[in-house]
């Protein structure tokens, strides 16, 4: 991990340098992410900026390995480990000898009560292997002494040494039976032999997949080390796609910023807007309805009553004059007499019936009420709904007009962002992360050709290993080979017939061979089971206690133990790195980081030593650039839709008058008849009168006075009442008065309505929409702070997960796995297994080919059975 720790030092020189900048780094930020205000309203998403991709770089290393057919023996290993070590990996009694044991191992110490348990539990965990390997060195030291004790006591003709051979009935039965034993011993040998080769040959074999490995994997390291640079510059330069979108917004404020505002618009306020209006535009409409039904009802009534007071008027002179006329008739004299003057005094009592009826001249004059009709009828209501929604049609425009100093400030905004974007350039030269990689590019073209110098060595001690194996397998094989031609000398030179003392020289041969074996074996075994047994004790333990918790990352629990290696120190690995044990950086998780392709900067938690968002934060979002976005402001409170003097007319319109109006006495009036009485009658009434007075001159008076009212009444009454002039008139004016009575009531409460709608259109116009243009306006500068804000997010997620992707680390992890555990120890241990079953059956083989080297070896000696008169004797 040497050249690992080399190069994040590398990687991260100069982030460490400036303990005040880490220590506003580590304040700031958590301030700026408590700053987060909170909103009733979720902004409108930001539009999303593509950066493209940052350049990856492409790994050859495939850090896995499948070990063909060999793996069923591997397996087959493995589950024989697990029956002699079946307990799970101690982690925490490895962490508890290593951390009382940390100062040196000590004899003295081991009487203490804990590491006496330590030890009591590291035996029980190796029990399985303290067993076997007792058994292997109990057979290491007894077989020689069995084997010297065998051969003295064959010497002294004991132990099968006797050359001969008793006579039994199952001799044959006996011969087959170890014949097939052997047979079988040796073919499980050969078994053996050839699991033992198979391993040996399989290291040769894999050393070729270690150089692949080690190729690849600096391969790896060199296009980690070319690639970064180049990652940085191009994350770097990706500053300028946020700033010309930024740029590019605040130069089309107006139809963006308006379009945005506009839509909004229409989807939250006009259609209240449109209620608002229609109400408003309904009730205008109903008032400018009612108002010129009040001008007509005014103009009518006003032409009525100038027509009817002008009949009227004539009427009332001719009444007039008649009524002077008669009256000066009626003081004639002649009216004086006895007779006569009650009759002229009668006729005088009736005089006032010489009248009109309706005085339409007392009537009030309505033309000051016409004059405020017609001066309100002057104002446009009407286009109060289409100045509604002219007040926001033209959003953008207005947009465009009140953001003028944003367009205006663009220059000195660019000149803004490309200094930010020269610092962010600055910054990323100010590491020599780019000479410092190509130093290390020279570093490992240089270790790969020191480690390639080693393999000649490696192939020479490799063939030098092979030999050696061979040669150990040489002996096993060895013992077969006699075995074997033991076997087929015996069984070809064995005959029936011939007598023990009498067998061939093939059979003897094949005897002899056996015997051979079995010394050979005694002599070889003892070596063997010796190298098995210390190749079963280290390639078990480095399998159980190294392979295994590899394979799981148990071993990285261990090494990321709190406080492991010090107690002052908490964790190992930024201990060593960045000389900072309080980091919380693992072994474990660097591991699982760079499995997954991750970044160096987020596998090595380089945040914690300098927070490249902080930094971003701060460089490209700065104080200078937030006043001018904050200059952005637009605004809808001067939209009127209806002037004071509009206002001021409406209101005049409700105190036209048109309230005052006598309208009892315009219709009392036109109840009432033309005149006081019926001039037809009075006329006849009059003759009837004229025809009591004596003849004379009194009396032609008086009928023609009768003759006169009844003149006026066809000349003046009658057209009044019948002439369709006349008639329309009254009916007009009757009309008129009651519709004027009607309408007055409502004149004050519909104007009062008029203003009401109104003042809601502009309250809804000029509050809520200026709301929702507040809103869309503070929406649109977040946008712009959204660009950076994704900027700083990509440069945080590409240094997460893209630049400087770490996938190598845990390749040279995963290929130091295989190379040892999977090419070697497999191999090693595989290969104790065949031969430590080869030598477990040498034990049996022994045995088999001592017993059955007598059927074959030629006797010096045989039992000899004559005739005799105790054939009894024979049977025994």
């Given at each position: 991990?040497?050249?690992?720790?080399?190069?994040?030092?590398?990687?991260?020189?100069?982030?460490?340098?400036?303990?005040?900048?880490?220590?506003?780094?580590?304040?700031?930020?958590?301030?700026?992410?408590?700053?987060?205000?909170?909103?009733?309203?979720?902004?409108?998403?930001?539009?999303?900026?593509?950066?493209?991709?940052?350049?990856?770089?492409?790994?050859?290393?495939?850090?896995?390995?499948?070990?063909?057919?060999?793996?069923?023996?591997?397996?087959?290993?493995?589950?024989?480990?697990?029956?002699?070590?079946?307990?799970?990996?101690?982690?925490?009694?490895?962490?508890?000898?290593?951390?009382?044991?940390?100062?040196?191992?000590?004899?003295?110490?081991?009487?203490?009560?804990?590491?006496?348990?330590?030890?009591?539990?590291?035996?029980?965990?190796?029990?399985?292997?303290?067993?076997?390997?007792?058994?292997?060195?109990?057979?290491?030291?007894?077989?020689?002494?069995?084997?010297?004790?065998?051969?003295?006591?064959?010497?002294?003709?004991?132990?099968?040494?006797?050359?001969?051979?008793?006579?039994?009935?199952?001799?044959?039965?006996?011969?087959?039976?170890?014949?097939?034993?052997?047979?079988?011993?040796?073919?499980?040998?050969?078994?053996?032999?050839?699991?033992?080769?198979?391993?040996?040959?399989?290291?040769?074999?894999?050393?070729k997949n270690t150089r692949r490995l080690i190729n690849t994997n600096m391969r790896d390291l060199k296009t980690f080390a070319?690639?970064?640079?180049?990652?940085?510059?191009?994350?770097?330069?990706?500053?300028?796609?946020?700033?010309?979108?930024?740029?590019?917004?605040?130069?089309?404020?107006?139809?963006?910023?308006?379009?945005?505002?506009?839509?909004?618009?229409?989807?939250?306020?006009?259609?209240?807007?449109?209620?608002?209006?229609?109400?408003?535009?309904?009730?205008?409409?109903?008032?400018?309805?009612?108002?010129?039904?009040?001008?007509?009802?005014?103009?009518?009534?006003?032409?009525?009553?100038?027509?009817?007071?002008?009949?009227?008027?004539?009427?009332?002179?001719?009444?007039?004059?008649?009524?002077?006329?008669?009256?000066?008739?009626?003081?004639?004299?002649?009216?004086?007499?006895?007779?006569?003057?009650s009759t002229c005094n009668t006729i005088r009592s009736t005089l006032a019936q010489l009248g009109i009826n309706s005085d339409?001249?007392?009537?009030?004059?309505?033309?000051?009420?016409?004059?405020?009709?017609?001066?309100?009828?002057?104002?446009?209501?009407?286009?109060?709904?289409?100045?509604?929604?002219?007040?926001?049609?033209?959003?953008?425009?207005?947009?465009?007009?009140?953001?003028?100093?944003?367009?205006?400030?663009?220059?000195?905004?660019?000149?803004?962002?490309?200094?930010?974007?020269?610092?962010?350039?600055?910054?990323?030269?100010?590491?020599?992360?780019?000479?410092?990689?190509?130093?290390?590019?020279?570093?490992?073209?240089?270790?790969?050709?020191?480690?390639?110098?080693?393999?000649?060595?490696?192939?020479?001690?490799?063939?030098?290993?092979?030999?050696?194996?061979?040669?150990?397998?040489?002996?096993?094989?060895?013992?077969?080979?006699?075995?074997?031609?033991?076997?087929?000398?015996?069984?070809?030179?064995?005959?029936?017939?011939?007598?023990?003392?009498?067998?061939?020289?093939?059979?003897?041969?094949?005897?002899?061979?056996?015997?051979?074996?079995?010394?050979?074996?005694?002599?070889?075994?003892?070596?063997?089971?010796?190298?098995?047994?210390?190749?079963?004790?280290?390639?078990?333990?480095?399998?159980?206690?190294?392979?295994?918790?590899?394979?799981?990352?148990?071993?990285?629990?261990?090494?990321?133990?709190?406080?492991?290696?010090?107690?002052?120190?908490?964790?190992?690995?930024?201990?060593?790195?960045?000389?900072?044990?309080?980091?919380?950086?693992?072994?474990?998780?660097?591991?699982?980081?760079?499995?997954?392709?991750?970044?160096?900067?987020?596998?090595?938690?380089?945040?914690?030593?300098?927070?490249?968002?902080?930094?971003?934060?701060?460089?490209?979002?700065?104080?200078?650039?937030?006043?001018?976005?904050?200059?952005?402001?637009?605004?809808?409170?001067?939209?009127?839709?209806?002037?004071?003097?509009?206002?001021?007319?409406?209101?005049?319109?409700?105190?036209?008058?048109?309230?005052?109006?006598?309208?009892?006495?315009?219709?009392?009036?036109?109840?009432?008849?033309?005149?006081?009485?019926?001039?037809?009658?009075?006329?006849?009434?009059?003759?009837?009168?004229?025809?009591?007075?004596?003849?004379?001159?009194?009396?032609?008076?008086?009928?023609?006075?009768?003759?006169?009212?009844?003149?006026?009444?066809?000349?003046?009454?009658?057209?009044?009442?019948?002439?369709?002039?006349?008639?329309?008139?009254?009916?007009?004016?009757?009309?008129?008065?009651?519709?004027?009575?009607?309408?007055?009531?409502?004149?004050?409460?519909?104007?009062?309505?008029?203003?009401?709608?109104?003042?809601?259109?502009?309250?809804?116009?000029?509050?809520?929409?200026?709301?929702?243009?507040?809103?869309?306006?503070?929406?649109?500068?977040?946008?712009?702070?959204?660009?950076?804000?994704?900027?700083?997010?990509?440069?945080?997620?590409?240094?997460?997960?893209?630049?400087?992707?770490?996938?190598?680390?845990?390749?040279?992890?995963?290929?130091?796995?295989?190379?040892?555990?999977?090419?070697?120890?497999?191999?090693?241990?595989?290969?104790?297994?065949?031969?430590?079953?080869?030598?477990?059956?040498?034990?049996?083989?022994?045995?088999?080919?001592?017993?059955?080297?007598?059927?074959?070896?030629?006797?010096?000696?045989?039992?000899?059975?004559?005739?005799?008169?105790?054939?009894?004797?024979?049977?025994?």
């Amino acid at each position: 991990m040497l050249w690992t720790s080399w190069l994040v030092l590398l990687l991260c020189w100069g982030a460490t340098t400036s303990g005040e900048q880490q220590a506003e780094e580590r304040d700031g930020t958590p301030v700026e992410a408590r700053a987060e205000p909170q909103r009733q309203r979720s902004p409108p998403p930001v539009e999303p900026l593509d950066f493209g991709f940052v350049p990856a770089a492409v790994y050859d290393t495939h850090a896995y390995f499948e070990p063909g057919p060999i793996g069923l023996l591997f397996h087959m290993v493995h589950a024989f480990l697990y029956v002699v070590q079946p307990n799970t990996f101690p982690k925490d009694l490895i962490i508890k000898v290593i951390q009382q044991n940390m100062g040196g191992i000590k004899i003295e110490e081991w009487r203490k009560p804990d590491n006496v348990v330590l030890l009591l539990q590291t035996i029980y965990y190796e029990a399985g292997f303290l067993i076997c390997a007792t058994i292997g060195i109990l057979f290491v030291v007894l077989v020689p002494i069995i084997a010297l004790c065998f051969c003295v006591c064959r010497c002294c003709d004991n132990c099968g040494g006797e050359m001969h051979q008793r006579q039994r009935k199952n001799v044959d039965c006996q011969r087959g039976f170890y014949t097939a034993l052997l047979v079988a011993t040796s073919i499980f040998m050969s078994l053996g032999v050839f699991i033992a080769y198979a391993a040996n040959h399989n290291v040769s074999a894999q050393i070729k997949n270690t150089r692949r490995l080690i190729n690849t994997n600096m391969r790896d390291l060199k296009t980690f080390a070319n690639n970064t640079p180049t990652q940085i510059e191009y994350m770097t330069a990706q500053y300028t796609t946020a700033k010309n979108k930024v740029l590019s917004d605040l130069d089309n404020i107006g139809p963006l910023l308006g379009g945005r505002i506009h839509s909004q618009l229409e989807r939250e306020v006009v259609p209240s807007l449109d209620n608002a209006l229609r109400m408003a535009g309904a009730k205008v409409e109903n008032a400018i309805k009612a108002m010129r039904e009040t001008k007509e009802a005014l103009e009518n009534v006003s032409s009525s009553l100038e027509v009817l007071q002008e009949g009227t008027a004539k009427l009332q002179a001719s009444l007039s004059g008649e009524r002077a006329s008669l009256s000066n008739t009626l003081s004639d004299p002649a009216c004086t007499n006895g007779a006569v003057s009650s009759t002229c005094n009668t006729i005088r009592s009736t005089l006032a019936q010489l009248g009109i009826n309706s005085d339409y001249s007392k009537l009030p004059d309505v033309n000051h009420a016409l004059v405020n009709v017609n001066t309100v009828l002057r104002t446009d209501l009407s286009n109060i709904v289409q100045k509604g929604y002219s007040s926001f049609n033209d959003t953008p425009q207005l947009v465009k007009e009140q953001t003028k100093n944003i367009v205006s400030a663009l220059p000195r905004v660019k000149g803004m962002l490309d200094k930010i974007g020269i610092e962010i350039n600055g910054f990323s030269k100010m590491f020599p992360v780019e000479a410092s990689l190509t130093n290390f590019t020279v570093f490992l073209t240089q270790g790969q050709k020191n480690i390639e110098s080693f393999y000649p060595q490696i192939d020479q001690m490799d063939f030098y290993r092979w030999v050696s194996c061979v040669a150990v397998l040489c002996m096993v094989v060895l013992v077969l080979a006699f075995n074997t031609l033991g076997l087929l000398c015996g069984v070809c030179g064995y005959d029936e017939q011939v007598t023990p003392t009498t067998r061939g020289c093939l059979s003897n041969t094949g005897g002899n061979l056996l015997m051979a074996g079995v010394g050979f074996s005694f002599i070889s075994v003892w070596v063997l089971m010796a190298i098995v047994s210390t190749l079963f004790v280290i390639g078990g333990n480095v399998e159980k206690m190294v392979c295994e918790p590899l394979a799981n990352r148990q071993l990285f629990k261990i090494i990321d133990t709190p406080f492991l290696v010090h107690p002052a120190k908490k964790n190992f690995l930024p201990g060593m790195l960045f000389q900072n044990p309080n980091i919380e950086l693992t072994l474990g998780g660097m591991y699982r980081d760079c499995y997954e392709n991750n970044g160096l900067y987020h596998s090595l938690q380089l945040e914690t030593m300098f927070n490249i968002n902080s930094f971003l934060n701060r460089t490209v979002y700065n104080k200078d650039l937030a006043k001018v976005l904050e200059g952005v402001q637009v605004d809808l409170q001067d939209v009127t839709l209806l002037e004071q003097a509009g206002r001021d007319n409406l209101i005049n319109f409700a105190n036209s008058g048109i309230g005052h109006i006598n309208y009892e006495a315009y219709l009392t009036e036109l109840n009432k008849g033309v005149t006081i009485s019926d001039l037809l009658s009075f006329s006849t009434d009059l003759e009837a009168q004229a025809d009591q007075l004596p003849r004379g001159a009194l009396e032609n008076a008086l009928k023609g006075h009768a003759s006169s009212i009844r003149q006026i009444h066809r000349d003046q009454v009658v057209p009044m009442e019948q002439a369709m002039k006349y008639v329309k008139a009254r009916s007009t004016l009757s009309q008129s008065i009651k519709q004027l009575q009607r309408m007055s009531n409502d004149l004050t409460v519909k104007a009062t309505n008029i203003l009401s709608a109104i003042d809601a259109a502009e309250y809804l116009i000029t509050h809520n929409a200026s709301h929702v243009v507040k809103r869309e306006t503070k929406g649109f500068t977040e946008n712009l702070v959204g660009y950076f804000k994704q900027y700083t997010a990509w440069v945080k997620h590409s240094l997460s997960s893209e630049v400087a992707q770490c996938k190598p680390i845990s390749n040279i992890v995963d290929s130091m796995e295989i190379i040892g555990c999977s090419f070697i120890v497999d191999s090693v241990n595989t290969f104790w297994f065949g031969l430590g079953g080869c030598c477990v059956l040498l034990i049996p083989s022994i045995i088999v080919s001592v017993k059955l080297a007598k059927y074959y070896r030629r006797m010096d000696t045989e039992d000899v059975f004559e005739e005799t008169t105790y054939p009894w004797l024979v049977a025994l």
